[in-house]
Structure formats: C-alpha cells, structure tokens
C-alpha cells in the first residue's frame, strides 16, 4: 500500500521516542506527483536530495551523550521521499539508545534510511572535533532579484516562461533567494534558494523570476518543487542542458536540498550551507 501525504505525522501531535524506533520513518511515493507533472517510464533528469541533521545525538556504552551532524544523500530515482517530520521523530529515537560507536549509528541510519527510499542511502557523520571544518557558502550565479519587477501572480504559471529561440544558445548560472513554498500538509512556509544551470536558449530573466515568485502560495513538498521548476524550464524553453538546486532552510533541525540535472559534466553541487540555514 502506498502512503499518502494525509496520513504522514505533519500537522498532528506526536510523542518522541527516545529509544530506537526506525518503524518511524514515513515514506511517501515519488510518482504521484510526478504523474501530475507528466513524468513516467525515464525520467529527464537524475540527481539527489541532500539532507543536514544538526541536532543528532546518541548514547555511548557507558551512556555519556555523542552529538554528530549528518549528511544524508537520497538519490532521486529512488521511489519514495522520507516525510521530514517522521524522519525528525526518528532521528529523535536515537536520543537514549545506547550504540558502540559512530560507525553503529551510520550504518543503522543507512540500513533504515534505504529501507524507507527504496534505494541506497549514503550517510557522512561529522562528529564534534571536526565541527570546524563545516563551511558556508552562498549560491553562486546571476542575481535575479537585482530586477525591479512587478508581480501579481503567486501560484506557479509555466506559461510565462520566456526563451529567445532566435539568437545563439548561452550558457549561464542564475540564482534567487525568493522562493518560497508552503508544506503539502500543513501550509507552513518553506523558504528556500535557487540555483538554475543551463546550456541552450537564453531564457528571460524576468519572466524566471516571476515563475519562480509564483510558488510563494504554492503547497509541495521541497523535492517535488525542484521537479516542477525542472519540468516546466525544460518544457517551456527547452535548454539542451539544465540543473536545479534548491537549498532550503532547516526546519526541526533538518535542511532539505534538492538537485536535479540532465547532465553529469558540471558533478554534484557543494553542500555549503547558506547563511539562511
């Protein structure tokens, strides 16, 4: 049976475990809303969702508190996303639950983690002495929201996407620190950054960022977001080459950040965190 966004843990009053409970974890299908976007059989894109975990913490044998940060790549092909909330509870679980190391706790997370995607699940544990090693860095690329811009519309409108067909491809980066979108369930605000890569007709800056500002109402989840924006650029102005990431500020401790491409020349993108998250 495939769960669906209404019976995950959002939005309803939950009781943390402190002792290791993975049947927490809520896996929802990816399809349903790539059904919605027209997307089945090969996908146009691969990629991965790269999630952080600030506030992750365990016992050792003797029962003297560890604390970690973790980061969680889930590739997108896999067939389900991991509802955040439930993987917030289960992350929890691990509060009081005795393990012999940092290399237990890995290979729970990765064991459990890949059982609720669906697919292997890569998990890096930076522990405290190494704390000082974690950077942050912003997007790089075009800034879109130098633009001064009128906008009336905050729901996603692909049709006001706009490409010059006529003149020579580009290849350019452009970013925005305005985009927003609600919880599927609950309605509140995700905020988030874009970086958008592409290899083909130039598209309008303006007409980008008015997309982009259309999901300020708009209710999805991160990862389904980043596919919609994916989607309806390729659709709409049909670059040869394309990537979107999005980093997203953290919420519970988590942050989710979603990159979709077409193409593997330009590798995966950093995971500096954002001054925002």
Not at 69 to 82: E, F, M
Not at 89 to 101: D, E
Not at 116 to 127: E, K, N
Request: glycine content about 8%; hydrophobic content about 35%.
């Amino acid at each position: 049976m495939t769960n669906s966004a209404d019976q995950s843990p959002l939005g309803k009053n939950s009781a943390y475990r402190t002792d290791y409970a993975p049947e927490l974890l809520f896996p929802i299908s990816r399809q349903g809303k790539r059904d919605e976007l027209g997307l089945s059989g090969t996908l146009p894109f691969f990629g991965v969702d790269i999630w952080n975990a600030y506030e992750l913490s365990w016992l050792n044998m003797r029962g003297k508190p560890q604390i970690a940060v973790a980061r969680i790549t889930v590739p997108a092909d896999s067939p389900n996303i991991i509802e955040s909330k439930s993987f917030k509870l289960y992350l929890n679980s691990f509060n009081q639950t005795r393990l012999g190391g940092p290399e237990a706790l890995r290979d729970l997370l990765q064991q459990d983690l890949s059982a609720a995607a669906g697919a292997s699940v890569h998990v890096v544990l930076t522990l405290q002495e190494d704390f000082g090693k974690l950077q942050m860095g912003e997007l790089d690329g075009v800034l879109l929201d130098r633009l001064d811009i009128e906008v009336d519309n905050y729901a996603p409108q692909p049709e006001v996407l706009k490409a010059n067909f006529d003149e020579l491809p580009v290849e350019e980066t452009l970013v925005s620190h305005l985009l927003k979108s609600n919880c599927l369930v609950t309605g509140q605000p995700d905020w988030g950054s874009v970086q958008i890569t592409y290899a083909g007709p130039q598209i309008d800056q303006e007409s980008l960022l008015k997309y982009l500002i259309g999901f300020r109402e708009h209710n999805e989840f991160h990862e389904q977001c980043v596919e919609r924006i994916f989607t309806d650029i390729l659709r709409q102005c049909r670059p040869q080459h394309l990537s979107v990431y999005a980093r997203y500020t953290r919420r519970g401790g988590l942050d989710i950040n979603p990159w979709r491409t077409n193409y593997s020349s330009g590798g995966r993108p950093s995971n500096l965190r954002n001054a925002r998250q």
